[in-house]
């Protein structure tokens, strides 16, 4: 598929909504932003208000699929040089910061750290190029969600060492069609993958991350909920992937 709209804040917040209301920041560009209002406006639990337009194109990510998971293939990702993130200052809560380039998520956590809950994403392309900010992330974050081949990347091997290694309280790994794992404090908890109709893989991880935490922060992060938030963290991630891009979510 070409020019699918995406982004991880759209399947993030798609995926987080019906659980609980969703705040947006992010940059797009003036050739995108009107499908993205089109999209979205309306839709009720997500507050735009924080979405910028800016004059460039609209970041583009390229991937191929394989054995059932998308193989980084990089972007054009120019509209970061003119994003500023406006993010509320002294904001008190939880926040997922998507998978961006790392300057700006590094960015973007130094404004955020010790909000509550600050959980980020991985991105095999941009671990590769920035690898310094993409750590840099990581001291800041409570919670991280990456693939394998992220955590080889991040020099990460058995997980829960890689999670006592930068103090975090939770660490998710995907694994694709094996489904993903959780390591916490709690303990670890593997959730398989819910069979079903496998169409297109590009936002799982953002939909996991947006239905579990969303699903989770209604307990206030409760340990004893943390299985039921991040089983349907799964099935959020399962309905993204029935379709192309964010048409399973939409509907």
């Not at 998978?99 to 941009?126: E, H, T």
């Not at 900010?133 to 991040?154: G, K, S």
């Not at 953002?206 to 699903?215: E, K, S």
Request: aromatic fraction near 8%; glycine fraction near 12%.
């Amino acid at each position: 598929m070409v020019d699918e709209l995406g982004g991880s804040a759209l399947y993030c917040a798609l995926a987080a909504a019906p659980e609980c209301p969703v705040r947006v920041f992010a940059a797009v560009g003036e050739d995108t932003a009107p499908r993205v209002e089109r999209l979205l406006r309306g839709r009720p639990g997500i507050d735009l208000s924080g979405i910028q337009r800016l004059p460039r194109p609209t970041y583009r990510w390229f991937a191929e699929a394989a054995e059932g998971r998308n193989v980084d293939l990089g972007s054009r990702d120019s509209i970061y040089d003119r994003w500023v993130p406006r993010l509320p200052d002294g904001y008190r809560g939880w926040a997922f910061l998507g998978s961006m380039r790392p300057d700006r998520q590094l960015d973007c956590a130094r404004r955020l750290a010790g909000c509550g809950l600050l959980a980020a994403d991985a991105m095999r392309s941009y671990v590769d190029s920035a690898p310094e900010a993409a750590r840099a992330v990581l001291r800041l974050a409570d919670w991280y969600f990456c693939n394998r081949e992220e955590l080889l990347a991040l020099g990460g091997g058995e997980p829960e060492a890689f999670r006592a290694h930068w103090d975090l309280r939770g660490l998710v790994v995907k694994d694709g069609p094996g489904g993903a794992t959780v390591f916490s404090d709690s303990g670890t908890l593997h959730v398989a993958a819910i069979a079903g109709k496998v169409v297109d893989t590009t936002g799982a991880g953002d939909a996991l991350a947006g239905g579990m935490l969303a699903r989770w922060v209604r307990s206030d992060g409760a340990p004893a909920l943390l299985e039921d938030a991040f089983r349907h963290g799964v099935a959020r991630a399962t309905l993204t992937i029935a379709d192309w891009g964010l048409r399973a979510l939409l509907d």
